[in-house]
């Protein structure tokens, strides 16, 4: 979808906003982003070739392999999605911390009790960045002073569409320099609103406020984006169940926790439902499978009484309560 022109624009803008945050030329840089079809690891290490940096790609392994693999390397940025982090951090409390100066997630969601705790395994910033496959890399990152992220505006025009009385509403954005798929107020879908005054960081342009929230039925987690057609292949196998079922996403400590839920026609037989339930999971959604055995994320599964969950005329199949 992307012209060569146009993955070096995203590493220019990428680099711009890593030199706002610190990094230089001289550091080490290292990256566990996955690159199956997105966008951020081949934009990282554009930004990171404009920066002149040393640049590590060690795409999502697991943390237990990057920590082992990765130490002799001495880094000084670590760059991921927060949930890996995450665990990576949970190991180096554990055995080390590295002395590094930077991390950097970005692709899903934090809670500031799981920055200050990461923050204080390494002794160094933890800064989000926003972004979308379709815009290319960057929407907008925070500044060392973590008040909101600094929109890319060399690159896109931004507006909030449907704002309530707070200034909630819709991101959408218009691409200025897209050459192969322009974007005309592309909707995002996510819910937040623009940040008024000036930044305390000293830099200019318009700033979002932290993401409340999706307004389609894609969730992002630790595990990937969640949506309800992923589940309907291991919930439609399970027998003894009705067609009501509910995957429920919540914290437990810092991690996301995700607990499956079923109506039983029979809850007697609770435990041989969670047994096929399990197997099935582990069958038909390996990759998730994966990645709560890296211990990304806790999971669990409840056998409830029929007519329990559909208190309404629909039935939400992805309830995320997680508070941000």
Same mark, same amino acid.
């Given at each position: 979808?992307?012209?060569?022109?146009?993955?070096?624009?995203?590493?220019?803008?990428?680099?711009?906003?890593?030199?706002?945050?610190?990094?230089?030329?001289?550091?080490?840089?290292?990256?566990?982003?996955?690159?199956?079809?997105?966008? !951020?690891?081949?934009?990282?290490?554009?930004?990171?070739?404009?920066?002149?940096?040393?640049?590590?790609?060690?795409?999502?392994?697991?943390?237990?392999?990057?920590?082992?693999?990765?130490?002799?390397?001495?880094?000084?940025?670590?760059?991921?999605?927060?949930?890996?982090?995450?665990?990576?951090?949970?190991?180096?409390?554990?055995?080390?911390?590295?002395?590094?100066?930077?991390?950097?997630?970005?692709?899903?969601?934090?809670?500031?009790?799981?920055?200050?705790?990461?923050?204080?395994?390494?002794?160094?910033?933890?800064?989000?960045?926003?972004?979308?496959?379709?815009?290319?890399?960057?929407?907008?990152?925070?500044?060392?002073?973590?008040?909101?992220?600094?929109?890319?505006?060399?690159?896109?025009?931004?507006?909030?569409?449907?704002?309530?009385?707070?200034?909630?509403?819709?991101?959408?954005?218009?691409?200025?320099?897209?050459?192969?798929?322009?974007?005309?107020?592309?909707?995002?879908?996510?819910?937040?609103?623009?940040?008024?005054?000036?930044?305390? !960081?000293?830099?200019?342009?318009?700033?979002?406020?932290?993401?409340?929230?999706?307004?389609?039925?894609?969730?992002?987690?630790?595990?990937?984006?969640?949506?309800?057609?992923?589940?309907?292949?291991?919930?439609?196998?399970?027998?003894?169940?009705?067609?009501?079922?509910?995957?429920?996403?919540?914290?437990?400590?810092?991690?996301?926790?995700?607990?499956?839920?079923?109506?039983?026609?029979?809850?007697?037989?609770?435990?041989?439902?969670?047994?096929?339930?399990?197997?099935?999971?582990?069958?038909?959604?390996?990759?998730?499978?994966?990645?709560?055995?890296?211990?990304?994320?806790?999971?669990?599964?409840?056998?409830?009484?029929?007519?329990?969950?559909?208190?309404?005329?629909?039935?939400?199949?992805?309830?995320?309560?997680?508070?941000?």
């Amino acid at each position: 979808y992307f012209s060569r022109n146009e993955i070096e624009d995203a590493g220019w803008a990428g680099a711009v906003g890593l030199w706002g945050v610190g990094v230089r030329p001289e550091d080490r840089v290292v990256s566990a982003f996955d690159y199956s079809l997105w966008v !951020s690891g081949p934009v990282l290490q554009a930004s990171c070739k404009v920066l002149g940096c040393f640049h590590i790609e060690a795409s999502r392994m697991s943390p237990e392999d990057f920590y082992e693999r990765v130490a002799d390397y001495r880094v000084s940025v670590i760059v991921g999605d927060p949930s890996w982090l995450l665990r990576l951090s949970e190991i180096a409390e554990r055995k080390g911390a590295w002395p590094i100066k930077l991390l950097i997630g970005g692709g899903e969601n934090l809670t500031e009790e799981a920055r200050r705790y990461m923050e204080g395994v390494w002794k160094a910033d933890f800064i989000l960045s926003y972004g979308q496959t379709e815009a290319f890399g960057a929407i907008g990152m925070e500044s060392l002073a973590k008040e909101g992220y600094h929109l890319n505006e060399f690159h896109n025009f931004f507006e909030i569409i449907h704002p309530d009385e707070n200034g909630y509403g819709e991101l959408v954005y218009t691409t200025l320099n897209r050459r192969v798929m322009p974007l005309v107020r592309y909707r995002s879908g996510d819910s937040t609103r623009f940040l008024q005054g000036s930044s305390k !960081s000293g830099m200019p342009g318009r700033r979002i406020e932290k993401l409340r929230g999706r307004l389609d039925a894609w969730t992002p987690t630790a595990v990937g984006n969640l949506t309800p057609w992923m589940f309907e292949a291991v919930f439609s196998k399970v027998p003894g169940i009705t067609q009501d079922w509910q995957v429920a996403v919540d914290k437990r400590g810092n991690k996301d926790f995700l607990e499956f839920r079923m109506e039983a026609v029979d809850v007697s037989e609770h435990s041989e439902i969670k047994e096929r339930f399990m197997e099935l999971f582990q069958n038909e959604l390996p990759d998730v499978w994966k990645l709560c055995q890296m211990q990304l994320c806790t999971m669990d599964t409840k056998v409830l009484l029929k007519g329990t969950l559909r208190t309404q005329r629909k039935l939400k199949r992805i309830q995320d309560d997680r508070k941000f």
